[in-house]
């Protein structure tokens, strides 16, 4: 028998507490599931225990005998058995021990049914290493599929019959994917084989929880492994399919990979932020658009692909139900991801570029950009170079105070409506754009009565 001490001593006195209520009760309870797989994965390899407050228990009682074990219990999935019970600001799913019916949707069973075993709970589950159970007072793991083995062997098995868990819900073939990159464990080839023949439920899968994995997955050490079982195995042909041109389009000379896997180096390569490493995935998706063979380089061309780039991207990120602001912070840093930046940009150049992308944008770029040149996979010493040159004088220039925006002026448009006696109109907009475009060239402009003689000077010339 498995030594259980480790996992003994990471068990929270809440769910001891819970446990020991309900045994009072006359129930029995476990904890169940993604805490206990995490605990024993984090032992195998001498990792320290994450301290985490998602610990499910699974238990004999029906949910009405919960609720009344507890003072304070949400009733938040009562045909599904599950209850929610609260100590303090912490929170427990406590679910009744039950079986599945069909899923006709792909997603939900029609219908559950409760069970008196433990094992029989846990062959609902999707793959072994999360079909485990911890009975916290008698200290005994419960692992009638083998999944600690699995995780000793970096194996990811389905419980089971592979594409009966998977035409259940749709989603476990993402699971699978993104379990392969963020536990780093390889497909049981059992488990692989049945992907393909299940995709028609994952068509069912709607757009918010593949968005969902596709975050959790960018928290992997290397995000790229479920990137790659997802188009190996035709799940980002369902999702994603314009990923699917970087497939095998050459690049130039300047990079060793194709696109596809110079954008699986530079989503690695970004720090485990989920809109940068998004950012990375996507970064290069309008290459094969633009791409172009040029006789006199002798070599392939890319131009615009940024800003084809950004136009593919912010339909695709709609579709995946990504938010108005992950979206449109995703879409600018693939528009704006080339820079060429060199030692002769002028104080102006750079405040002009700052303008373009703002201040806020830029320090995303600079870690883009980073990742960008260092997945090309050749050496590229010079552009590393004037990346961090870039940085040093884009910092220079603002901490000299340069303007980027009209709000940064010194006057505003109700100063020149009163000083020069104009009415509202979207010509003092006009005015106020102009003369920010002079203060980017010339800082020293930027005082109060220096802009309303040049604003007069602006309006006098349009009146000829």
């Known amino acids: 028998m498995r030594d259980t001490a480790r996992l003994r001593a990471s068990i929270p006195e809440d769910v001891r507490h819970l446990c020991v209520r309900l045994a009072e009760g006359g129930h029995r309870a476990w904890a169940v599931g993604g805490c206990i797989r995490d605990e024993l994965l984090a032992e195998l390899r001498g990792a320290p225990t994450e ?9 004999s009682a029906r949910p009405e005998a919960v609720m009344k074990l507890f003072r304070r219990v949400i009733p938040t999935g009562l045909k599904h058995g599950t209850v929610t019970v609260l100590f303090d600001d912490r929170a427990y799913e406590v679910t009744t021990l039950r079986g599945e019916t069909t899923y006709s949707d792909g ?18 589950r999707d793959f072994t290493i999360n079909a485990m159970a911890y009975d916290v007072l008698a200290d005994r793991l419960i692992d009638p599929f083998g999944g600690l083995a699995d995780l000793e062997q970096k194996r990811l098995r389905a419980v089971g019959e592979p594409a009966a868990r998977f035409a259940e819900d749709g989603l476990r073939v993402l699971r699978a994917a993104r379990f392969v990159a963020t536990l780093e464990l390889e497909l049981d080839p059992e488990t692989e084989r049945a992907i393909e023949p299940s995709l028609a439920s994952y068509r069912k899968v709607s757009a918010e929880r593949i968005r969902d994995e596709w975050l959790k ?18 799940i980002l042909a369902i999702s994603a399919p314009e990923l699917l041109e970087s497939v095998g389009c050459e690049q130039n000379r300047y990079h060793a990979y194709d ?19 998004v950012a990375g995935l996507l970064h290069d998706v309008g290459k094969p658009r633009s791409r172009a063979f040029s006789e006199k380089n002798q070599d392939y061309t890319f131009y615009d692909h940024d800003r084809i780039g950004a136009e593919m991207v912010d339909p695709l990120l709609s ?19 080339i820079i060429c930046y060199d030692e002769q940009w002028s104080d102006a150049a750079v405040r002009r570029w700052l303008r373009r992308v703002t201040p806020e944008l830029a320090e995303d770029l600079y870690v883009l950009c980073h990742a960008d040149i260092v997945a090309k996979g050749r050496e590229h010493g010079e552009d590393l170079k004037n990346l961090a040159g870039l940085k040093l004088h884009a910092a220079r220039v603002m901490s000299e105070g340069a303007a980027f925006g009209v709000k940064d002026l010194a006057i505003d448009g109700r100063t020149l409506m009163q000083e020069l006696r104009l009415p509202p109109s979207r010509r003092i907009g006009e005015v106020l754009r102009e003369l920010l475009e002079d203060v980017i060239e010339n800082p020293s402009l930027n005082e109060s009565s220096k802009l309303l003689a040049r604003a007069k000077s602006i309006l006098e010339r349009s009146a000829e």
């Open 51 to 59: 301290h985490r407050n998602d610990w499910d228990i699974a238990t």
């Open 107 to 124: 997603r939900r069973p029609d219908s559950v049914f409760f069970v008196e075993d433990i094992k029989d709970d846990l062959a609902r």
């Open 259 to 277: 696109v596809w896997g110079h954008a699986l180096h530079c989503l690695d390569a970004c720090p485990p932020v989920p809109v940068l490493r």
């Open 319 to 337: 579709r995946l139900r990504f938010s108005t602001e992950e979206r449109e912070r995703i879409v600018a840093l693939v528009r704006h991801h």
């Open 217 to 234: 997955t960018m928290k992997a050490r290397t995000p790229s492994r479920a990137f790659g079982v997802m188009q190996q195995h035709g």
